[in-house]
């Protein structure tokens, strides 16, 4: 069975780099980067692994939306600089690298999706919880940092709602990382206990009439931005990536098939 190890490039690099001490260390950066691959390689004993980066491109959902991660501090110059050294290095180290034209997630989620539908297991590499609504049993999401699988169960407890509620609970309540507005005046408790009660978004929306005036009056003004919000967050599953499986194989892998994604 192929098994896919598919590292969110910027995720982890990004917060390496915040941990060493002198910013202009490339040096420092690309070991400490090199031996946590490696131990990515250790731990899950991967057929295939792949880096996805962001690109350059405006996002599709900056486009829908120009708010959307407004305010996201610039990527530090020493480490734009030295990005392409450090994926060249990785690349001699056996780790290929798969560029997004604009941001990584919607390239990582549909690598796992094809990876998962083609009866192989996907391990995305990432502390994104956006993830999480990737909800297929060959799908998992390893926390490199704490070294640990996402604990989805931990995650629907404090979230207060169930995985398949996780993209209705941001569209009622928005992201403050990424700036998805969600619904004004409506909070994660609220957006919550109104799913609690409804379950879905459409069901919400049906049953106004038996909800309080104001609150009612909140969410059928909010309608449109929750259907944006929802959009927003959700991952695209089925982007046409044009790589073959084979290229990203681990030496001395030996996979049961390589298939185009």
Known sequence: MNKF??????????????????????????????????????????THVAIVWDGDEISWRKQLYPDYKKGRKPMPEPLAEGLNALQDHLTSMGIGS????????DVIATLAMKTAKAQGEAIIVSTDKGFSQLNHVRISQWDHFNQQYLDIAALEQKLGVERSQFLDLMALAGDSGNKIPGIPGIGPKSAA?????FRTLS???????NLGAKQAKKLAEGKEMARLSY????????LPLNINLKDFRVSGAHPASDREQ
Do not use: W
């Not at 069901?203 to 009439?209: A, G, K, R, V």
């Not at 959009?231 to 089925?238: F, V």
């Open 98 to 105: 798969i560029y997004a034209a604009a941001e990584a997630d």
């Open 193 to 197: 206990e109104l799913l609690k009660t």
């Open 5 to 46: 190890l598919i590292i969110d490039g910027l995720n982890l690099v990004r917060r390496i780099y915040a941990a060493i001490p002198d910013e202009n260390d490339m040096d420092s950066l690309k070991e400490r980067v090199s031996s946590a691959c490696s131990k990515l390689l250790r731990v899950h004993q991967p």
């Open 203 to 209: 069901t919400l929306f049906s049953s106004l009439p």
């Open 231 to 238: 959009k927003l967050a959700q991952l695209q599953t089925d």
